[in-house]
């Protein structure tokens, strides 16, 4: 028996409460507005009566009505709903001095009161399960998260879908009139163009081994925390350390190699001090649980504390099950990996991305090499069904890029390879395949991998272009071995034991 916890009052504001609903009668287009701009809904009123009275307010507002205290009140009676409600709460409304203008400090008031009560309901609901023992800790606690997550989200409350086409049409005013972008950018212009930003949903980032997916993740993370985007990662794939030093490397434009073996000068060294600073102020927030419920759960509690904007997870076949064991049939493991990922994409209204490897089939020895498809994702199965939108990074190929090129007097001749400067090993050109994409086209976008930079850059689409893109990387490259003072030193080529995922 709670003794105690049954003397307490839950928190509520029979003031608050009575202001908001005076506000209403007194300006009921323009309050009503203000307290659903709020979020604020009938069930968070803690009197039964104000939700009824709120209920019928909102009600007569979404049929149009002319309303002022009179039809509001003879709307009341028409409906019997003045007795249900009681004259004494109309009385009292109606003898409130509230100011209309008050009726949004007002509404969080109420707001925050029923927030309260929810949590007071949610714990008492823990702590009656953790006394009966059904449950494990561990299980306990995963539920945490997941029961408040909503509440923190919408308010507890389920939008109509008149809310929601209401916030999704202004939502497309405000970006028609250029205040706002459609989901989060992009740093390659033309491949967020083709996705229309990142919305939310399962994205899937797929390539061979250091196929380049990881430096794809690695950019995008860069570009969104360095205009303070929170980002949620999981890396299972290597280290805190590594995973952030790699995005020091990028910012510093050093390679990671010239670090490694020393061979840095010292006015290179305080620009990596001057770029470790300046990413330890940006909002990454790394999760090191390996488990699919682990990272969920950590992801929830990110949502709620930093409200996170995007998690990614690196990569997903290397995620288990919550007691560790690996499924002996992997397309089952990863369908189940996809379903939950996808749904806790819609729960807390941010893109998921999951990096995922290839199957070897595209990298066999002696066969010519062809564009990958979604059928290459390793132990695919339901990947690509659960999936939003689904990204193959692969090699270029010579038909990738126009077979056209210019002789000396600026005539159009054919070009059937790619240039002589893609071969180099300081960079490559790739092509990033939108493969899959519910919200609307599919197509190929070029892009410049600098892989010890881990530098992923937007390539032009002609010959001319991709040249142009490949000669600044061999001169960045060149300049920097310049500077060494260390005879026979060179930039890593990609083979010197340097995984570049």
């Known amino acids: 028996m709670r003794n105690i916890e049954e003397l307490r009052i839950p928190p509520h504001s029979p003031e608050a409460e009575l202001a908001v609903l005076q506000a209403m009668f007194i300006d009921p287009v323009g309050s009503i507005g203000k307290a659903q701009g709020k979020k604020l809904r009938p069930q968070m009123f803690y009197d039964a009566r104000h939700k009824m009275l709120c209920d019928s307010l909102y009600e007569m507002a979404k049929d149009g009505r002319g309303m002022d205290a009179l039809t509001i009140t003879e709307w009341l009676k028409d409906r019997n709903e003045t007795e249900r409600i009681g004259y004494d709460v109309l009385a009292s409304i109606m003898q409130s001095n509230s100011l209309a203008e008050n009726v949004g400090p007002y509404s969080e008031i109420v707001i925050e009161k029923y927030l309260r009560r929810k949590v007071i309901e949610i714990s008492i609901n823990l702590m009656d399960e953790a006394y009966a023992g059904e449950k494990t800790g561990q299980e306990l606690v995963r539920d945490i998260p997941r029961l408040l997550a909503p509440i923190m989200s919408t308010g507890g409350c389920q939008k109509t879908n008149k ?30 163009e083709l996705m229309c930003g990142l919305e939310p949903g399962l994205i899937i980032v797929g390539a061979e081994k250091s196929g380049g ?14 205009n303070g985007c929170p980002i949620g990662r999981a890396g299972l794939d290597m280290s805190v350390e590594s995973l952030l030093c790699r995005s020091v490397v990028r910012e510093a434009r050093i390679s990671l190699p010239r670090l490694k073996h020393g061979h840095a000068k010292w006015n290179q060294m305080a620009t990596v001090k001057e770029c470790k600073n300046l990413i330890a102020t940006w909002p990454y927030y790394i999760i090191e649980n390996g488990t699919v419920s682990g990272i969920c759960q950590e992801a929830r509690m990110l949502k709620i504390k930093h409200d996170i904007q995007l998690l990614t997870v690196d990569f997903m076949q290397l995620v288990v ?16 990996v996809t379903r939950t990922f996808k749904a806790l994409a819609f729960e807390l209204d941010i893109p998921v991305i999951l990096l995922s490897q290839f199957s070897r089939a595209i990298a066999r020895p002696n066969e010519k090499r062809r564009r990958p498809v979604l059928t290459d994702l ?28 210019w002789d ?30 519910q919200n609307g086209e599919t197509g190929e976008i070029p892009l410049v991998l600098a892989a010890s930079y881990f530098r992923l850059d937007e390539a032009g689409t002609g010959y001319k272009t991709m040249a142009a893109d490949l000669l600044r990387y061999e001169r ?23 995984d570049v995922e």
């Open 408 to 437: 000396e007097n600026g005539e159009e001749t054919e070009w059937l390879t790619l240039p002589p400067e893609a071969e180099k090993k300081y960079y490559r050109p790739v092509i990033a395949d939108l493969a899959k994409n």
């Open 378 to 405: 390793r132990d695919s199965g339901n990947i690509e069904q659960n999936a939003t939108q689904v990204i193959l990074l692969s090699k270029a190929l010579p038909e990738d890029f126009p077979a056209i090129a």
């Open 213 to 226: 997916k990881t430096t794809f993740e690695l950019n995008l993370c860069d570009h969104l925390a360095r």
């Open 321 to 336: 099950t919550d007691d560790g064991r690996i499924d002996s049939n992997m397309n089952m493991l990863m369908g189940v």
């Open 163 to 192: 809310e929601i086409l209401d916030a999704w049409y202004d939502r497309m005013v405000a970006i028609k009139k250029g205040e706002i972008t459609n989901g989060l950018p992009l740093p390659w212009p033309a491949l967020d």
């Open 476 to 498: 960045e490259t060149i300049d920097e071995e310049a500077q060494s003072s260390i005879p026979g030193e060179r930039v890593c080529d990609g083979d010197d034991d340097f």
